[in-house]
Structures are given as C-alpha cells and as structure tokens.
C-alpha cells in the first residue's frame, strides 16, 4: 500500500496521518533499503576501487579489501564476482604500470583507455549518472525464495529492478538491473 505520512499538531497533539509513501513491507525491500541507504550515505566512498602500490612497485587494485562491506550489506557471491569481473581487464592493465607512472596520469580518457571503466556506477547497473536518492516503488515475489525490488531514483532519472534471493533464511541482493 503506497502511504504519505504527514505529521499535524494541533494545540500539544499530534496527529500522523498517511497519504503516499511505499511502506517497506517485506525483508527484501528492507534489504535493498539497507543497502541504498547506506551506499548513497558512505558506502559509495567505501566500496569504489582505489589504485594503490603493489609490494613490487606495479599498481593494484583494491578491489578483495572490499567483499566484507558487500557481504556485510547482503550482497551475493554471484554478484560480487560480476563486480570483480567488471574490473578485471583494468586490474590487469595496470599490474604491468608501476605505480609512480600510473599516478601520473591525470586524464580519465587515457585511464579508460587501459580497460579502467571509472566513471560508471556498478551498483545502479553501470549508470553514467551517480543517483543521490532513490525510492522503493513496489515489490513482488517470484517464489518464495525469490523477490523483485522495483525502485526509482528521480535525481538520475532512472528506475532499477532489483532481485533478491533468500538462502539459508536470509535474503540477498543479486542482480541489479535498468528498467
């Protein structure tokens, strides 16, 4: 049920009255809550690959360092994979670039050139454009173990299908997708 809440006060007392807003009512959009809130807060600044200095003096990504946020936020292995797979070419691009020539590189086209997709946001499906809010739209189950969360994000102009799975009684985001 879409619900508004809208708080009145009258002499001391207060009325809360309901006019539109999706009320999460199910554990996967609780997940998929979870999750946005907390990437578009912090967790975008956590989870972005970062180009740091190998022991040999070559550039690494840091990509393993962030798989406990994401299980942490209940993402899935399968998607997790995807993530490291995205990055992969460019992990291996610059693996053969020492580190002080890599930093030295100050042009997003040139980083891109070398397999570094940067610039697009994984987690709302590649977008070019980085949302700052969203919203649960609706939901649905496909099975009892699967669930679709529909959300939108009006600062992007953008809506996204996200499934979630149960396993072992928990619920998991794992796949994310343009609509």
């Not at 807003?21 to 970062?50: A, H, M």
């Not at 942490?72 to 693996?95: A, F, M, N, Q, V």
Request: charged share 30%.
């Amino acid at each position: 049920m879409l619900r508004k809440a809208l708080l009145i006060s009258i002499e001391g007392l207060s009325l809360l009255l309901f006019m539109g807003f999706k009320q999460i009512s199910s554990k996967p959009e609780q997940v998929v809550k979870n999750f946005y809130d907390w990437y578009l807060t912090e967790g975008r600044d956590e989870i972005w690959p970062t180009f740091q200095k190998a022991e040999n003096g070559f550039t690494i990504l840091n990509i393993k360092e962030i798989k406990n946020k994401l299980i942490e936020y209940k993402i899935t292995e399968t998607l997790i994979k995807s993530y490291e797979k995205k990055y992969k070419t460019c992990s291996d691009s610059i693996g053969k670039i020492k580190y002080e020539e890599f930093i030295k590189i100050d042009n997003v086209e040139d980083i891109e050139e070398i397999g570094c997709d940067i610039q697009s946001d994984f987690w709302f499906a590649d977008s070019f454009e980085s949302p700052n809010n969203f919203k649960i739209t609706s939901g649905e189950y496909l099975s009892n173990d699967i669930f679709l969360v529909y959300i939108d994000s009006e600062s992007a102009y953008q809506k996204f299908k996200i499934t979630v799975i149960k396993h072992k009684s928990e619920w998991y985001i794992n796949k994310i997708e343009y609509q």
